[in-house]
């Protein structure tokens, strides 16, 4: 039997008769769809959803702290080297833009209050990129360093020291070391701006500085100077652009593109995404089961109908081939379906938690009042207490939406192999059964 008339009877099958009422398989088939399709609904969202936190937790990162693709030098080298390699670095194809930015850690304090700080001095051209600009959200003050006594904070470390623009910042630092004795150095800083990338693991450490000021309290030897480059696209294969910066540079300098800066940051993100993408995939694996149990119901039903397909010459791998249509027949529309709803509640997830949040502070405002009469003066002198399911402390202030289509591809393909699959045990009870038998009971 050739592919056109399986598929007409397999279409056939599932339709059932409609004026039939009793026709229960139709109604089973109509369940095993829509419980595909709601499996398929928080896979997607998880997919979506992890990957827009993927990448914008990354492109922060890269953006604004490791830069898309660093060169670190072996040893230490001087201003000169460090200016010889940029000029190297000018103008290459693929490059969007390249600074030096020197780094260290000191002791952040103002007002009696402490922090721990990473001391990054940077190029005022890094402040003025755009891919800095479009993830650096400035809170308070300006994002510039126009004095060698400038400094911008990140906003947890500004509110750790309780500091706000205009006012002074005093940094502790290493300016050299004797022998086992640690030289340290006081200087005071005016702060400029505060600013957020969005992220807390980020913003709790900032402490930028003017590089061509930070001679005076940041040495070589406690202290590392690294170029920061910045391409097109991150997320492209950066392969042929590294190998021009490595032919580029002189001798003396590692190349490093951001996948391997971040490497441990970035595996520990892909193994969470395939762990949460395997628990929502046996969800769809579970409901494939139901295409299953509404064919074995629909071979029950249609046994009269296979019987005469067989007595007109049809073979039982004909009647199994059948089946094995319609269960991935069923699989794609409820695969289709979810993805359609999927992709659908993933573009508008933020408004959904912030509706949720909404919901869920409502429900404690009402506990609350509820419990009013039997709480004590303490108890009623406390606010109700207010619901986040992302609290922007600790995750990003608003998920990205990424939709990877090439995933999306690759979901739909296992949830019609799934659906295969669970076609085969009913395909081969319908190829097994006798014409003779079923029109004898008849």
Not at 340 to 350: R, S
């Amino acid at each position: 039997m050739k592919a056109g008339p399986v598929l007409f009877l397999a279409l056939r099958n599932i339709l059932g008769r409609r004026s039939d009422e009793r026709d229960l398989a139709r109604r089973t088939l109509r369940g095993a769809v829509l419980s595909v399709a709601v499996s398929m609904v928080p896979l997607i969202v998880t997919l979506v959803v992890a990957d827009g936190m993927i990448q914008g937790i990354t492109s922060r990162y890269i953006e604004l702290s490791s830069y898309h693709i660093q060169c670190v030098p072996f040893r230490g080298q001087g201003e000169s080297s460090v200016r010889d390699a940029l000029s190297a670095l000018d103008g290459l194809p693929g490059v969007r833009g390249a600074w030096a930015e020197t780094q260290a850690v000191g002791v952040a304090f103002s007002k009696g209050r402490r922090g721990g700080a990473l001391v990054r001095a940077v190029d005022p051209g890094f402040l003025a990129d755009e891919g800095t600009r479009s993830y650096l959200g400035i809170l308070s003050g300006e994002a510039a360093l126009s004095g060698p006594n400038d400094v911008i904070l990140g906003s947890e470390l500004a509110r750790d020291l309780g500091a706000e623009p205009g006012s002074t910042v005093s940094l502790i630092s290493v300016r050299s070391r004797r022998g086992d004795t640690i030289v340290p150095r006081v200087s005071v800083f005016r702060v400029r701006g505060i600013v957020s990338s969005g992220y807390r693991d980020l913003d709790s450490r900032w402490f930028l500085v003017p590089r061509d000021s930070s001679g005076r309290y940041l040495t070589s030897d406690t202290s590392r100077t690294i170029l920061g480059v910045k391409v097109a696209d991150p997320f492209a294969p950066l392969d042929i652009v590294v190998e021009r910066i490595r032919a580029a540079l002189p001798e003396g300098w590692a190349v490093q593109p951001w996948p391997q800066t971040e490497r441990n940051l970035y595996e520990s993100f892909r193994t969470t995404r395939y762990l949460l993408l395997l628990i929502m995939g046996l969800t769809v694996a579970v409901a494939a089961v139901n295409i299953s149990s509404a064919l074995v119901t629909l071979v029950t039903e249609r046994s009269h109908e296979i019987a005469i397909l067989k007595g007109l010459g049809a073979t039982p791998k004909d009647i199994g081939r059948v089946f094995v249509a319609g269960g991935m027949i069923l699989g794609f529309a409820g695969s289709l379906l979810g993805t359609a709803l999927g992709i659908l509640a993933a573009v508008h997830v933020n408004e959904l938690i912030a509706s949720l949040e909404r919901v869920l502070a409502g429900a404690s405002a009402l506990f609350h009042a509820l419990a009013w009469p039997f709480l004590d003066e303490s108890a009623r002198a406390l606010p109700a207490p207010v619901v986040r399911i992302l609290n922007p402390d600790y995750y990003l202030e608003s998920i990205p939406v990424v939709l990877d289509y090439r995933a999306l591809g690759g979901i739909l393909a296992a949830a019609l192999f799934l659906s295969y699959l669970a076609s085969l045990l009913p395909a081969r009870k319908a190829a097994a059964l006798s014409p003779l038998e079923i029109l004898r009971r008849r």
